[in-house]
């Protein structure tokens, strides 16, 4: 996993701005349309204009600057948004002190609300991409409860793949669980198609009881309390996904 720079200019300004954790991407938007906004010498921006390495950007007269880099481990809990925010529910940002959530954090990669697990939240979206984009060929590991026990025939109907949509979904890796009763299973994704593996529950005839994500690479779910989370440097991170880890 190569070192990711913090920004790649030239960089849209909304996506500048919530860098720097004034707000986030759409709230930008407004801040820029009422005219709050300068660059360099550009009193009326757009939204989608263009900043460039070394331009002074500034909020209300006032200079802003991206926040620094910032890599976070969560176990996230069941009925938490994977989200930087929402209306009517919790999200993993809200689950973090506030000197944490203007940071231009987000989810890199999602759980749905109804899973749990090894969450990684960063401000830094090369990173975010190295870890999510199916071409990089990251492992996540998922404990995963049937309803139903499946049988052999079933099993080896997963392990060849199940078309959804058109798309033929496939596991990595399929094996019984800790517990070899058939309705805890092992699997492996090194692609990010939304509720997957739900989804190929459904299309066996069955229904995901218990989802949880164990692992990301090589880093694993240990001993870290649901909804607690850590924080780490970008090259210990790396490391542990790369390498091995455990927290």
């Known amino acids: 996993m190569s070192n990711a720079a913090r920004i790649s200019y030239p960089i849209r300004l909304n996506r500048y701005l919530a ?134 025939k079933q099993v080896k109907e997963w392990a060849r793949g199940v078309i959804i949509e058109g798309k033929l979904l496939v596991p990595s890796e399929l094996s019984p669980g800790r517990t070899n009763d058939g309705r805890h299973w092992r699997v492996v994704l090194t692609e990010g198609f939304k509720r997957e593996i739900r989804l190929m529950a459904e299309a066996l005839g069955n229904r995901v009881v218990r989802l949880k994500r164990t692992g990301v690479g090589n880093l694993f779910l240990d001993k870290m309390p649901g909804g607690s989370w850590r924080e780490f440097n970008y090259e210990n991170l790396c490391n542990m996904i790369s390498n091995g880890g455990k927290i």
Do not use: W
């Open 19 to 152: 860098l720097c954790g004034t707000s986030s991407r759409r709230d930008a938007d407004l801040l820029i349309s009422s005219g709050r906004v300068r660059v360099g010498n550009d009193l009326t921006p757009s939204p989608g204009r263009m900043v460039v390495e070394g331009e002074e950007v500034a909020v209300d007269g006032a200079a802003v600057n991206p926040a620094p880099p910032l890599y976070i481990v969560m176990n996230k809990p069941r009925g938490v948004l994977s989200a930087v925010s929402d209306a009517r529910r919790r999200t993993v940002i809200d689950l973090l002190p506030e000197t944490r959530r203007n940071m231009g954090l987000f989810p890199a990669g999602r759980l749905d609300l109804d899973s749990e697990g090894l969450l990684i939240l960063t401000n830094d979206g090369q990173f975010s991409q190295s870890i999510v984009h199916p071409s990089s060929g990251v492992r996540k590991t998922y404990e995963v409860l049937l309803e139903h026990a499946i049988e052999e």
